[in-house]
T-cell receptor, first 115, second 111 residues
Framework: DVKVTQSSRYLVKRTGEKVFLECVQD?????MFWYRQDPGLGLRLIYF???????EKGDIPEGYSVSREKKERFSLILESASTNQTSMYLC??????????????FGPGTRLLVL | QQQVKQSPQSLIVQKGGISIINCAYE??????FPWYQQFPGKGPALLIA?????SEKKEGRFTISFNKSAKQFSLHIMDSQPGDSATYFC??????????FGKGTRLHILP
């Protein structure tokens, strides 16, 4: 079974803090994604990566950065947390498919509260 | 053009009834339409998916109906059970692994 794990289920941070959200997948997937989920807004793509050291902006990258130093690990960084970044953050991974689409496998999510 | 519009936002159905969630899209380049199911405290998981060359796909109690000319697709859950209570996301994709999600439907099945 594919397993995507996220470092924390719940996180409370203060405005201005630097926040690291870690995601690890154990199926050697090439592609990894970070989404945020908000009520009424669904899932919005923040950043994604097709390979180590590669990153691409999603639909809402402002205020976030990412790091992918190893294939299995994809980190989301909030450089200076703000209250409007309070949300559920979901990591996902999928295998390389040479242009076609494959299922994305999601982690359980990190619920972040910024005070 | 890259949006997927999903309705309703929330749905309450009696046990044993049929749950229907609708989605519409604009971009005719979309070529894969998955549905994801999310239980509270969990990440979304693929439930069922369809490509536009077929009009219907059935897996157990779950059926996707696809209308290419109307650019609409829907999820039908037959004999709905309390265990089906979850949030459902329709989605569409045409670019390498980038999925466009609908805003979700919170389904509650009354026991």
């Amino acid at each position: 079974d594919v397993k995507v794990t996220q470092s924390s289920r719940y996180l409370v941070k203060r405005t201005g803090e630097k926040v690291f959200l870690e995601c690890v997948q154990d199926m050697d997937h090439e592609n990894m994604f970070w989404y945020r989920q908000d009520p009424g807004l669904g899932l919005r793509l923040i950043y994604f990566s097709y390979d180590v050291k590669m990153k691409e902006k999603g639909d809402i990258p402002e205020g976030y950065s990412v790091s992918r130093e190893k294939k299995e690990r994809f980190s989301l960084i909030l450089e200076s947390a703000s209250t409007n970044q309070t949300s559920m953050y979901l990591c996902a991974s999928s295998p390389e498919t040479s242009g076609s689409v494959e299922t994305q496998y999601f982690g359980p999510g990190t619920r972040l509260l910024v005070l | 053009q890259q949006q997927v519009k999903q309705s309703p936002q929330s749905l309450i159905v009696q046990k044993g009834g049929i749950s229907i969630i609708n989605c519409a899209y604009e971009n005719t380049a979309f070529d894969y339409f998955p549905w994801y199911q999310q239980f509270p405290g969990k990440g979304p998981a693929l439930l069922i998916a369809i490509r536009p060359d077929v009009s219907e796909k059935k897996e157990g109690r779950f059926t996707i109906s696809f209308n290419k000319s109307a650019k609409q697709f829907s999820l039908h859950i037959m004999d709905s059970q309390p265990g089906d209570s979850a949030t459902y996301f329709c989605a569409a994709t045409f670019v390498r692994d980038k999925i466009i999600f609908g805003k979700g439907t919170r389904l509650h099945i009354l026991p």
